[in-house]
């Protein structure tokens, strides 16, 4: 693990952006085996390029691995983030590292808004995301659909909340629907961060989008909170057109955002979240360390397999219903994941509620219906069971093939369907009566 960051300094003005430059530069020639500098745009005025930086296993096929984009310093005078990624990139060269060189491909973006960090000014849009900023995200969000995608910002003396000046670092859940599970699995994820900043030392705080509303639209002396509060989730990031893809010319009659990720999210169901440093309360070399946590805590989450997940992996595949009964995406790689997990999710109003009954003490009958026209369909139904054994699954009385997993007190089966009409289908499981020998011996 890295124990000394890379910048014991803010860099500052044209002089500061081209020392970061020339760092990156050095990383990328110094790393060959498993780095490469690609240009993903250019500054408003064209004069200044806007690097990414990918990190991955060269020797090992990206056709299996996750995509993470982490984008940085898209705030001018948001000084902090400026030397969160190097560090990332630097954790990213370690030996701890490896296993997510080895199953992802992460691609960071250390400064979105170079024109901005030379001014030391906002230098940016209060109307959703810029158009250099859709240029950037466009050219990598739709060559390479990001799995996660995690947008760093920095706070100084006075920004970000009119209720804590000075001394706040904070992990924003920035999902934008309460669609199947996911602010569940938000929550345990952002709680999971917060944890591994603990022990590195780094008091970070989770707070929704909600909580936002009163940063930046609550009452400074009374603390009231603004009606605005059942907007928020509408107004800090829906506002970012699905169809957009990030690169189509700006919407001024839009409202103000501050996280870029939030399309991304509405249109690949990534997993996104927003990250505040601090630049007033923290060392140079401090905010490096403590912004560097929270990313590796979440890339390493990445790397296992979550208990309602079938695979290793960012918890993202449950695309509508709940736990007990879901559709899930499915496919041989990653990368057919990613596609699946795209057609389903812009489906997902398409179905209907799924229901789950147990009929008698050794059947359990399942329905899904859809009422879309993407023809061919493929997803996954799954439901997690009490019982431990599932013996056949059935439609229309033949048997379908299906697969199980387990967590520590259940067994999901998990049974792909193809649809190819409009209709319902009605999925018998037959399985073993279920008693107490699982609890004893869970318990032995």
């Not at 020339?22 to 110094?30: A, E, L």
């Not at 390029?49 to 993470?68: C, G, L, R, Y």
Request: aromatic share 12%; hydrophobic share 35%.
């Amino acid at each position: 693990m890295v124990t000394m960051a890379i910048f014991n300094h803010i860099p500052m003005g044209e002089k500061g952006l081209f020392e970061l430059f020339t760092w990156i530069d050095n990383y990328v020639k110094s790393n060959k085996e498993f780095a490469i500098k690609r240009i993903a745009g250019r500054s408003q005025d064209h004069k200044l390029e806007i690097p990414a930086v990918f990190v991955t296993n060269k020797n090992i096929p990206d056709d299996n691995k996750q995509i993470s984009i982490i984008t940085l310093a898209r705030h001018g005078q948001e000084r902090g983030a400026r030397v969160v990624g190097p560090e990332i990139l630097n954790y990213l060269s370690t030996n701890d590292a490896k296993p997510i060189r080895d199953k992802q491909i992460v691609i960071i973006v250390p400064i979105l808004n170079p024109e901005g960090f030379i001014l030391d000014e906002f230098h940016s849009s209060m109307y959703g995301i810029t158009d250099t900023e859709k240029e950037v995200l466009g050219n990598l969000c739709n060559s390479y659909h990001p799995d996660m995608m995690v947008d760093y910002h920095s706070l100084g003396r006075l920004e970000g909340s009119k209720y804590d000046h000075g001394d706040m670092e904070v992990i924003i859940p920035a999902n934008t629907t309460k669609w199947g599970m996911d602010e569940q699995i938000y929550k345990n994820t952002a709680d999971r961060m917060v944890e591994y900043c603990a022990l590195k030392g780094w008091p970070f705080e989770v707070h929704t989008l909600e909580d936002l509303a009163n940063y930046y639209f609550g009452d400074q002396e009374t603390g009231k909170i603004p009606w605005k509060y059942l907007k928020e989730k509408v107004y800090l990031l829906n506002i970012q057109d699905f169809y957009e893809n990030y690169n189509l010319p700006n919407n001024n009659n839009i409202g103000y955002t501050n996280y870029t990720c939030g399309p991304a999210y509405l249109k690949w169901h990534t997993l996104v979240f927003g990250i505040e440093t601090n630049h007033w309360s923290l060392k140079a070399e401090d905010i490096a360390m403590s912004g560097l946590a929270p990313c590796v805590s979440l890339l390493k989450m990445g790397q296992e397999k979550f208990p309602w997940e079938k695979t290793e992996g960012f918890p993202i595949n449950l695309l509508y219903g709940d736990f007990r009964i879901s559709i899930r995406a499915i496919g041989n790689s990653r990368s057919e994941i990613r596609k699946n997990r795209e057609e389903i999710w812009n489906e997902k109003d398409k179905f209907n509620i799924l229901q789950r009954e147990l009929i008698n003490p050794e059947t359990t009958l399942a329905r899904i219906g859809y009422t879309g026209d993407k023809f061919p369909l493929r997803l996954a139904l799954c439901l997690r069971m009490r019982q431990k054994t599932i013996k056949r699954v059935l439609i229309e009385d033949k048997k379908i093939p299906f697969e199980t997993f387990k967590d520590v007190c259940s067994t999901f089966v998990y049974i792909p369907l193809l649809f190819k009409k409009t209709g319902l289908l009605k999925i018998k499981i037959i399985h073993e009566i279920f008693n107490n020998d699982y609890l004893h011996e869970r318990l032995i």
